[in-house]
């Protein structure tokens, strides 16, 4: 009805997640002011579950402060299909950095979509990059799995951190890393790089084509290496 509420308090919610638990929760409460309170989503631990955090507070334009860092609480295991697909879509007005450990201590080999617009048009976050924040993944990359993550992320600084994507090898997966840093204008340092610290990842996949990583760098240009990151990924 137009008017403007606060969250607080939480989900008292213990043990593992479970498929959609938390799916579309707050999706267009764009009237919701202030921060996100912390143990908002409970005392999560184990492994993950398919669209667990799925456009949790997507398009929550009006919430404010920092994540919380804990939020989605201490998940494990292999990555599942969109468990944080546009998760923070469309929060323009989050501030702070993105908290270390955000994503718990997952491992294995990518999923369908997992991180696809996460931080989508969180234009007010700032600092680095977590190092470790998708975990120790491995394995053959899978569609859409980092399309759009840090897309329009302009203040975030800092480089990004080695390994961020883990040891993923093999066969190219379409729109694996699609404008992934998009128009993230303050990082410096290296374009990203693979966990030995000095092969690109633009190296580990030379056939990448347009429709597996097309303007993943686009307007990225404070990297010390845009001048000669292929095309493709530009």
């Not at 989900?11 to 498929?19: I, N, Q, T, V």
């Not at 040891?167 to 204008?185: D, L, V």
């Not at 990082?187 to 000095?198: F, H, R, V, Y």
């Amino acid at each position: 009805g137009g008017h403007y509420v606060t969250m607080s308090g939480g989900f008292d919610f213990e043990g593992a997640p479970a498929a959609y638990m938390f799916a579309s929760t707050f999706r267009n409460c764009s009237n919701l002011t202030g921060p996100i309170p912390s143990g908002l989503l409970g005392a999560i631990s184990g492994t993950t579950a398919a669209y667990m955090f799925a456009s949790t507070f997507r398009n929550c334009s009006n919430l404010t402060g920092s994540i919380p860092s804990g939020l989605f609480g201490n998940i494990s295991g292999t990555p599942t299909v969109e468990m944080f697909y546009f998760t923070f879509y469309g929060c323009s007005k989050l501030t702070g950095s993105i908290p270390s450990g955000l994503f718990g201590n997952i491992s294995g080999a990518p999923a369908q979509h997992m991180f696809n617009a996460t931080f989508y048009g969180c234009s007010n976050l700032t600092g680095s990059i977590p190092s470790g924040l998708f975990g120790a993944i491995s394995g053959t990359p899978a569609s859409s799995m980092f399309d759009r993550t840090f897309y329009g992320c302009s203040n975030l600084t800092g480089p990004i951190p080695s390994g961020l994507f883990g040891a993923i090898s093999g066969t190219p997966a379409i729109y694996m890393f699609y404008s992934t840093f998009y128009n993230c204008s303050k990082l410096t340092g290296e374009s990203a790089l693979m966990p030995d610290g000095t092969t690109h990842l633009y190296e580990q996949f030379p056939t990448a084509s347009a429709t597996h990583c097309g303007q993943c760098y686009n307007g990225a240009t404070l990297l010390n290496d845009y001048a000669t990151i292929p095309a493709a990924w530009k």
